[in-house]
């Protein structure tokens, strides 16, 4: 049984930074995509940062320069450095992993893409 587990959230100042971690098991780290999403309440869940097996990234516009994603595939690990974080980044922060073929026209941060998700892990910055 795959199962996605969060570690990592907390509360921080403004301009503060944290490490996300989301460690798979029942599941090798394939050939697809792996990424971080967040719902903060009252909005739809978006997605944040992506990144494929080969190493290839993408990230929201919101994000850019102060997130980075990355992979230890030895450890089946996912993680997420946010740096520079402002009130804004409060949410709530899913891991997701795509574990079978989809279509190729859907995006690496759409949900449509994964199929499976960790619980959850809160962020919260305060200004």
């Known amino acids: 049984q795959v199962q996605l587990v969060e570690s990592g959230g907390g509360s921080v100042q403004s301009g503060g930074s944290l490490r996300l971690s989301c460690a798979a098991s029942g599941y090798t780290y394939s050939n697809h995509w792996k990424g971080w999403f967040r719902q903060a309440p009252g909005k739809e869940r978006e997605g944040v940062a992506a990144i494929h097996n080969n190493g290839t990234t993408t990230y929201a516009d919101s994000v850019k320069g102060r997130f980075t994603i990355s992979q230890d595939n030895a450890k089946n690990t996912l993680y997420l450095q946010m740096n520079n974080l402002k009130p804004e980044d409060t949410a709530m922060y899913y891991c997701?992993?795509?574990?079978?073929?989809?279509?190729?026209?859907?995006?690496?941060?759409?949900?449509?893409?994964?199929?499976?998700w960790g619980q959850g892990t809160q962020v919260t910055v305060s200004s």
């Open positions: 997701a992993a795509q574990t079978m073929s989809t279509n190729p026209a859907i995006r690496a941060l759409s949900n449509m893409r994964y199929n499976y």
